[in-house]
């Protein structure tokens, strides 16, 4: 199995993406910790992938450093390493541009990427020590979007965080690969989660969703778990500063395609 007896830690895991995520790193061979605010859903995730191999799940606030800061203590408690960060966590706030918070904006900038730094500086840090003892060199992982190049005009602070997480990722790229750590991004187009749930039941929103789907359907939440396997996977041990993206086809389209009706 390509991540035989490697650690890792995905937030966001108690559900969606994330959770997809952490039950292909157990399929594959990993330890895993699962890393939520949702204490009920993360408890049951861990229950359910429990049967699989050896899952954790720790409650953390990615964009509180003391819970990061606890998040590396308990994984190195529990498994004694860390080799594979996915910084998963995300969350949206829809509002116009004219009428957006500014606690709102705060919000989604201090989950989807003041978190991603946090976790990814305290697992680095680790990671480094581990290399300059001799250790295996590790790799982390961001969640991105198609939202990183282009916009949703209602969907301010997303966009934007989704943008500085591509830079997030070439940044930490470049410091971290004299130690041979890999840093990596994955940017998926509209996947099935209850990210996408007000858009899924809305059969207009999806044809218009739909329509700029080349492939013609939404995504699942395993076929973004593959590509974190591959990125986690030596099979990309020469990748680094890199965001692929995962979208049935959207960012090359630049136009709409025909939908059926949906009955
Ligand atoms: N679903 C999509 O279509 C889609 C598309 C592109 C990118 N993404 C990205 O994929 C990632 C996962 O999205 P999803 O669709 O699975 O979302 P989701 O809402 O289903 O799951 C997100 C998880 O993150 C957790 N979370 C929220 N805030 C947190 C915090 N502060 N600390 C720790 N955990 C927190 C939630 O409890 C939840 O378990 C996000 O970064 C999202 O931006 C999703």
Do not use: W
């Amino acid at each position: 199995m390509s991540l035989e007896n490697k650690v890792a830690i995905v937030t966001g895991a108690a559900g969606g993406i994330g959770f997809a995520i952490a039950r292909r790193f157990v399929q594959d061979g990993a330890k895993v910790v699962i890393a939520d605010l949702d204490d009920a859903r993360g408890a049951a995730a861990e229950a359910e992938l429990g049967a699989l191999g050896e899952v954790r799940y720790v409650h953390c606030n990615v964009a509180e450093k003391l819970d990061v800061r606890n998040l590396v203590a308990a994984t190195l408690d529990a498994f004694g390493d860390i080799d594979i960060l996915v910084n998963n966590a995300g969350i949206v706030v829809g509002a116009d541009f004219l009428d957006l918070e500014e606690a709102d904006f705060d919000r989604v900038l201090g989950v989807n990427l003041k978190g991603a730094f946090l976790c990814s500086q305290a697992v680095a840090r680790h990671m480094v020590d581990k290399v300059k003892d001799g250790g295996t060199p590790g790799t982390i992982i961001n969640m991105s979007s198609v939202n990183a190049v282009f916009a949703i005009a209602n969907q301010v602070p997303y966009s934007i965080s989704k943008g500085g997480m591509n830079q997030l990722t070439k940044v930490a790229a470049l410091s971290l690969a004299p130690y041979g750590i890999r840093v990596n991004g994955i940017g998926p187009g509209s996947i099935m989660t209850e990210m996408l749930a007000s858009v899924n039941s809305d059969p207009a929103a999806k044809a218009r969703v739909l329509s700029r789907t080349p492939m013609g359907r939404v995504g699942e939440p395993s076929e973004i778990a593959g590509v974190a396997a591959f990125l986690a996977s030596d099979d990309a041990s020469y990748m680094t500063g890199q965001t692929l993206y995962a979208d049935g086809g959207r960012l090359p389209l630049n136009y709409t395609v025909p939908v059926p009706d949906e009955d």
